[in-house]
């Protein structure tokens, strides 16, 4: 069965901190490692990563992938109040389904 | 616009009764997905489809039954035999062509009262 294990569950960091997220996964036939932020309502996509060791960026948010070590983590630096939210990261499969088996987030808490 | 939409945003219902949670989604794309959403927890699937008149069981289907007689249109009905059915419902759609990123509806909250 695939797994996904997020750490920290939560956190609670002031503005202008950086901060790790870590996702770790155990799954047969992996194909991609998403990244979704979660404010209120639906899920918003960050980052999809398929290769090891290549960096993607978008602002103040990094993310990477080992897949040798079977994890991702994801960088937030200088944290804003509007960073707070949780972070799901999620693996999909090869094969027919290819679902998406999620983890259960790290909520984010960013204090002024 | 684009997007995917989940009607309506918050469900009453009393227990027994069968409720419809209603997802659309105008992206063309094929595969659509239901998630349920607990405190604390991931998003958890509980159908999917990836063509028309297609849909298969996710981890958690046991209480719930789909349909997708359009392309367009996924609904989720949470039947009176779903012991716990108040959560927050997320429908998703992907393209799926290459890599299977999901998109999302803003979800329905059911509260079963």
């Known amino acids: 069965e695939d797994k996904v294990v997020q750490s920290p569950l939560s956190l609670v960091v002031h503005e202008g901190d950086t901060v790790t997220l870590n996702c770790s996964y155990e799954v047969t036939n992996f194909r991609s490692l998403l990244w979704y932020k979660q404010e209120k309502k639906a899920p918003t996509f960050l980052f999809m990563l398929?290769?090891?060791?290549i960096e993607k960026k978008s602002g103040r948010l990094s993310s990477i992938l080992d897949k040798k070590e079977l994890f991702s983590i994801l960088n937030i630096t200088a944290t804003q109040t509007g960073d707070s939210a949780i972070y799901l990261c999620a693996v999909e499969a090869e094969g027919s389904a290819r679902q998406l088996t999620f983890g259960s987030g790290t909520q984010l808490t960013v204090l002024p | 616009d684009g997007g995917i939409t989940q009607s309506p945003k918050y469900l009453f219902r009393k227990e027994g009764q069968n409720v419809t949670l209603s997802c659309e989604q105008n992206?063309?794309?094929?595969?659509m997905y239901w998630y349920r959403q607990d405190p604390g927890q991931g998003l958890r699937l509980i159908y999917y489809s990836q063509i028309v008149n297609d849909f298969q069981k996710g981890d958690i289907a046991e209480g719930y039954s789909v349909s997708r007689e359009k392309k367009e249109s996924f609904p989720l009905t949470v039947t009176s035999a779903q012991k716990n059915p108040t959560a927050f419902y997320l429908c998703?759609?992907?393209?799926?062509?290459?890599?299977?990123?999901?998109?999302f509806g803003p979800g329905t909250r059911l509260t079963v009262l």
């Open positions: 998703a759609s992907s393209d799926r062509a290459f890599y299977n990123e999901q998109f």
């Open positions: 992206l063309n794309h094929d595969a």
């Open positions: 398929t290769s090891s060791g």
